[in-house]
């Protein structure tokens, strides 16, 4: 009786390990898209709520870059405008003068031309006031064009400086630090009141929310995949065993490689495979560099 318990015992155990035997047909790790967000204006931070691990959306303000000189280049700018253009000719008073002669003539223009009608005044008399309109005319039209052609060219002189409130605008836009996408800080590079000079690395950002498994699979295999397959993949769990999740083909490599050197005997790593990515969501569980198995 004592023989037969040891033996139903061992069957027990052999049969609890095939049960636990995982027959995968790929592996490989995790990784995603890492974006480095770096700072695109020069001066101290004066401001940056960036911590590893903090979510953030697109679009947040998660700093400011000292901006105050910036500031003041854009007022003395402005400054230098209202100087430049408080040159213009005032068009209209300057022309008042003549506007007013040729009221009185054209009053004299009529009065004549009335005259002349009732026979009290000759045709000399009207020409000579038709001509004195005439010319007033032309002296308005010539002090207008020459006071307009002044006025466009000092209104141009203005606008180089515009041009540089546009830049210095787009500079101070700059020294906020603006969040471009959603995702999970991985890595910080800097903190509050450190330089900043455009092009160095503020933080690292990533949308973990799902996750993509690189894994190889031999040329026999490349049959039986395709893209937008769904796959099961598994990760070892706290218990031993393995967690599953579902995960969907989004790329296949369309060229053979040697088998990456992560693997551990050479006569693997002589072996052609074709690299396949799995986009698997992540339920906060899978790591980026984590080990996975891959069932088609």
Same mark, same amino acid.
């Given at each position: 009786?004592?023989?037969?318990?040891?033996?139903?015992?061992a069957?027990?155990?052999?049969?609890s390990?095939n049960s636990?035997?995982?027959?995968?047909? !790929?592996?490989g790790?995790? %990784?995603?898209?890492?974006?480095?967000?770096?700072a %695109?204006a020069?001066?101290?931070?004066?401001?940056?709520?960036?911590?590893?691990?903090k979510?953030l959306h697109?679009?947040?303000?998660?700093?400011y870059?000292?901006?105050?000189?910036l500031?003041?280049?854009?007022?003395?700018?402005?400054?230098?405008?209202?100087?430049v253009?408080?040159?213009?000719p005032?068009i209209?008073?300057?022309?008042?003068?003549?506007?007013e002669?040729l009221?009185?003539?054209?009053?004299?223009q009529n009065?004549?031309?009335?005259? =002349?009608r009732?026979? !009290?005044?000759?045709?000399?008399?009207?020409?000579?006031?038709?001509?004195?309109?005439? =010319?007033i005319?032309k002296?308005?039209?010539?002090?207008?064009s020459?006071?307009?052609?002044?006025?466009k060219s000092i209104?141009?002189?203005?606008?180089?400086?515009?041009?540089?409130i %546009?830049?210095?605008n787009?500079?101070?836009?700059?020294?906020?630090?603006?969040?471009?996408i959603?995702?999970? +800080?991985?890595?910080?590079?800097?903190?509050?009141?450190e330089?900043?000079?455009?092009?160095?690395?503020l933080?690292?950002i @990533?949308?973990?929310?799902?996750?993509?498994?690189?894994?190889?699979?031999?040329?026999?295999?490349l049959?039986?995949v395709?893209?937008?397959?769904?796959?099961?993949?598994?990760?070892?769990?706290?218990a031993?065993?393995y967690k599953?999740? %579902?995960? +969907? +083909?989004?790329?296949i490599s369309d060229?053979?490689?040697f088998?990456?050197?992560?693997?551990?005997?050479?006569?693997e790593?002589?072996?052609?495979?074709?690299?396949?990515?799995?986009?698997t !969501?992540?339920?906060?569980?899978?790591?980026?560099g984590?080990y @996975?198995?891959v069932?088609?």
């Amino acid at each position: 009786m004592k023989y037969i318990s040891i033996f139903a015992f061992a069957i027990l155990a052999f049969a609890s390990c095939n049960s636990n035997k995982n027959d995968s047909d !790929a592996s490989g790790t995790f %990784e995603t898209d890492e974006t480095i967000i770096s700072a %695109e204006a020069s001066g101290i931070i004066k401001q940056f709520s960036v911590e590893e691990g903090k979510q953030l959306h697109a679009g947040d303000q998660i700093g400011y870059i000292d901006s105050v000189q910036l500031y003041l280049k854009k007022k003395q700018l402005e400054s230098q405008i209202k100087s430049v253009l408080v040159q213009r000719p005032d068009i209209s008073a300057q022309t008042a003068a003549l506007k007013e002669q040729l009221k009185d003539a054209e009053h004299e223009q009529n009065r004549i031309s009335n005259l =002349v009608r009732d026979k !009290a005044a000759t045709g000399k008399q009207l020409d000579d006031i038709n001509s004195q309109v005439d =010319v007033i005319n032309k002296q308005i039209e010539a002090l207008q064009s020459s006071l307009g052609i002044t006025s466009k060219s000092i209104s141009e002189q203005s606008d180089p400086l515009k041009v540089q409130i %546009e830049e210095t605008n787009d500079q101070l836009a700059k020294c906020k630090i603006i969040n471009p996408i959603n995702g999970t +800080v991985l890595t910080k590079y800097v903190e509050k009141d450190e330089m900043a000079i455009p092009g160095k690395p503020l933080y690292k950002i @990533a949308d973990i929310s799902s996750l993509i498994l690189r894994a190889y699979i031999t040329g026999d295999q490349l049959p039986k995949v395709k893209l937008n397959q769904k796959v099961k993949v598994l990760v070892d769990d706290s218990a031993g065993k393995y967690k599953e999740h %579902e995960g +969907v +083909v989004i790329w296949i490599s369309d060229k053979a490689e040697f088998t990456p050197k992560t693997i551990q005997t050479k006569d693997e790593r002589a072996n052609l495979v074709y690299a396949v990515k799995i986009k698997t !969501a992540n339920d906060g569980t899978l790591k980026i560099g984590m080990y @996975a198995e891959v069932k088609f």
